[in-house]
């Protein structure tokens, strides 16, 4: 867009003016490392979701008693999601 900007026409800049998108098309994806996100024991989901809390963690890895790796998220409305690792 363009515009113009001055107190007369005569002394009026042209400027031109932009607006940044409502929703970002792309997002920076970021790892950080960290030991306390693993559980070192099998767990059931109620005490997975107890200890990613107390460790205030968003995501939080563990095993189900039947040994199959579970991830849990937490999503920005801070809802607590299961996901099974493949």
Do not use: C, N
């Not at 800049?13 to 024991?41: C, F, G, I, N, W």
């Not at 767990?43 to 199959?68: Q, S, W, Y």
């Not at 790796?69 to 607590?80: A, C, E, I, Q």
């Amino acid at each position: 867009m363009q515009t113009a900007v001055g107190l007369t026409e005569k002394t009026a800049v042209a400027v031109v003016v932009h607006r940044y998108p409502a929703v970002a098309k792309t997002t920076e994806v970021h790892l950080v490392r960290s030991d306390d996100a693993v559980a070192m024991r099998p767990m059931t989901l109620e005490e997975a979701i107890k200890e990613a809390r107390f460790r205030d963690r968003d995501v939080f890895v563990f095993r189900d008693p039947k040994a199959k790796v579970m991830v849990l998220h937490r999503t920005r409305d801070g809802k607590m999601e299961l996901i099974e690792a493949p």
